[in-house]
């Protein structure tokens, strides 16, 4: 069973300031890996994309790798700030074939406060 | 505006009435599926589609029932609530991976139900 896990739990930073996101999974044979951010009280907005044979998507400040063969992604935030506080999910989506094809296993999220 | 949207946002019933929450596409989106999301437990998928009358079970389908009759509705019924099912409810779409295009997947705003 594919498990999910993203550390820290909880950060908080100074604006401006680079920071590193966490994601890790048990199970390598996965379809693709996307990034969300969920504001309190919120749906969910993809940030980025990443397919099983990539290993690395850019947006703007946000950068994404995976690094599927050690079951690791990290989310990259350039210069933060104050409009980038909220909590970031990372979720594997499984392999096509299988019974679970399309699910998307999520981790508990990174807390994310970027104090001006 | 490509956008999956979901009704009612907000509902507090009471155990034993039944309910459906509605969810719809714009994009022409094969998958769909329905999440809730518990403090503690993240994101857990409750039922999936895969396309029009095919459905099937989650990792927490207990107390819910599905119907895909047209390809851009995917309601969830609660036949019977318990006060267990309150929850915060997402519904999501995306393209199957075999089709030209992205197959990210899009995230309805949420339903917060209260069962009392």
């Known amino acids: 069973k594919q498990e999910v896990t993203q550390i820290p739990a909880a950060l908080s930073v100074p604006e401006g300031e680079n920071l590193v996101l966490n994601c890790s999974f048990t199970d390598s044979a996965i379809y693709n890996l996307q990034w969300f951010r969920q504001d309190p009280g919120k749906g969910l907005t993809s940030l980025l994309l990443i397919q099983s044979s990539q290993r690395e998507q850019t947006s703007g400040r946000l950068n994404a790798s995976l690094d599927k063969s050690s079951g690791r992604s990290t989310l990259y935030i350039a210069a933060s700030q104050p409009g980038d506080s909220a909590t970031y999910l990372c979720?594997?989506?499984?392999?096509?074939?299988?019974?679970?094809?399309?699910?998307?296993?999520f981790g508990q999220g990174t807390i994310l406060t970027v104090h001006p | 505006e490509a956008q999956v949207t979901q009704n009612p946002r907000y509902l507090i019933t009471v155990t034993g009435k039944k309910l459906t929450v509605t969810c719809s596409q714009n994009?022409?989106?094969?998958?769909m599926s329905w999440y809730r999301q518990d403090p503690g437990l993240g994101l857990r998928q409750i039922y999936y589609s895969m396309n029009v009358e095919v459905t099937d079970k989650g990792d927490v389908p207990e107390g819910y029932k599905v119907s895909r009759k047209e390809k851009r509705n995917f309601p969830l019924i609660l036949e019977s609530p318990s006060p267990n099912q309150t929850s915060l409810y997402f519904c999501a779409s995306s393209l199957l991976p075999d089709r030209l295009g992205s197959d990210e997947q899009f995230f309805g705003p949420g339903t917060r139900l209260t069962v009392l």
């Open positions: 979720a594997v989506k499984a392999n096509a074939g299988g019974t679970s094809y399309g699910k998307l296993t």
């Open positions: 994009m022409n989106h094969e998958y």
